[in-house]
């Protein structure tokens, strides 16, 4: 018998296990792969997600895993151009941008090296649900034995399909259609910073990472997925050339070292997010487009708030349904207003936006602070309502 089974061991099911065994708790942190793997992302960890690694203790390991920090940001978009960084979160300003079959073992480590049990190759294939409760998990080992294991809270943090999510029930409370669809692939030989690029309907983003590779990603409007998947290089070179000339220029000598990745599947949601006797992290309770890449960053913070609020009521009724709640509640409040970012920019539609920002020229301290809107460092809505409306109303 269990405190907390956790399904899924990426980045926020691993962060979940560790806090939870940081807190006394027997933890079994379960996954179907075998580390180190790697999956689709998008790579880029913000201030706020790299102050949590620095609090976990995990920053100095990612460090060593040669992931090359990044310290500069560049936006382009029809008439605009800004340059700078986000503002320090926690004292940490520098930001990475780790493969994840660097980052996701670092994870794992850190929940084994808390005291969690961690199976690789271990699949989840079925809740165990009594009287309404769910109370276990059934798995298929790697040489296809059938166990159950029991457990007073499951995490669900198995991302956008979550097998939790759909046999516990869990509704979705709110969604909106696809917006975009992504494809990528890694490069030697190309320098770089954290650069973003947009033009009607594209969306170009390059990020450094490990091995002295450059991740240049496309994004393209939902509605051209079928004809893009049918012959994604000409349409990723050609959107890179259309809307970033000087990088397709710059990538000319370099060489791409990987096949394309992609997908069209960026969906849009919240679900609820417990239970009895279940809860959702990361993905597996809200995804959203990944145009502003702020995946792994919200998985951390995730990870944090439900342990946070679960504290040391895990064997309390009453208590826990009160901090399945109050976590409930926090994703709402911190999650919306980036959620609603991230469906903005997914439009693909910079007119507007640019235009504001036009209004930055001259004005770095603004310039990071939008920068930092981003990241998560401040709040869009203080950035909107107080410091570009201050610049406009001085223009």
């Excluded at 960084?85 to 670092?106: E, N, W």
């Excluded at 079928?226 to 000409?234: K, M, Q, Y």
């Excluded at 502003?292 to 309390?316: C, K, M, N, W, Y």
């Excluded at 911190?334 to 507007?352: C, D, H, I, M, S």
């Amino acid at each position: 018998m269990y405190d907390v089974i956790v399904i899924g061991a990426r980045c926020a099911g691993a962060p979940t296990a560790m806090l939870l065994a940081r807190s006394g708790y027997r933890v079994l942190l379960a996954d179907q792969a075998r580390f180190p793997r790697d999956t689709l992302s998008s790579h880029y960890i913000h201030q706020p997600g790299v102050a949590l690694l620095a609090q976990w203790g995990l920053l100095d390991d990612l460090r060593a895993a040669g992931c090359r920090p990044i310290d500069h940001q560049i936006y382009e978009a029809p008439g605009i151009r800004l340059e700078g960084f986000s503002l320090p979160v926690d004292g940490q300003r520098t930001t990475y941008a780790p493969r994840r079959f660097v980052l996701d073992p670092i994870l794992a480590e850190g929940a084994v090296a808390a005291g969690a049990e961690f199976r690789q190759g271990c699949a989840a294939r079925d809740l165990v649900i009594e009287d309404g409760r769910v109370t276990g998990v059934r798995f298929v080992t790697p040489d296809g034995t059938e166990t159950v294991e029991r457990a007073r809270l499951v995490v669900g943090a198995d991302g956008m399909r979550s097998l939790v999510a759909r046999r516990a029930g869990a509704r979705t409370v709110v969604e909106h259609p696809r917006l975009t669809c992504t494809y990528y692939s890694y490069w030697a030989g190309v320098p770089a910073h954290f650069e973003l690029y947009e033009q009607p309907g594209r969306w170009v983003g390059v990020i450094p990472t490990n091995n002295d590779l450059t991740l240049i990603m496309t994004y393209f409007p939902q509605a051209e997925y079928a004809t893009v998947r049918t012959g994604v290089e000409a349409a990723y070179m050609e959107a890179v050339r259309t809307t970033a000339p000087e990088l397709y220029e710059r990538m000319l000598p370099g060489k791409r070292v990987e096949q394309f990745y992609g997908t069209g599947h960026q969906e849009n949601f919240f679900r609820q997010a417990w239970g009895p006797g279940w809860a959702l992290v990361g993905d597996a309770v809200h995804h959203k487009d990944s145009i502003t890449a702020r995946g792994i960053t919200d998985a951390f913070l995730q990870a944090e708030s439900l342990v946070g609020h679960i504290g040391p009521d895990l064997h309390d009724d009453a208590a826990l349904e009160a901090a399945l709640k109050r976590y409930d509640d926090d994703l709402e409040e911190t999650f919306t207003t980036p959620y609603q970012g991230a469906l903005n920019v997914a439009e693909l539609k910079p007119g507007g936006r640019a235009e504001l920002l036009r209004q930055l020229a001259g004005h770095q301290e603004l310039i990071d602070r939008y920068f930092s809107t981003l990241s998560g460092a401040c709040s869009l809505d203080d950035f909107y309502n107080t410091d570009l409306l201050t610049v406009l109303n001085q223009s």
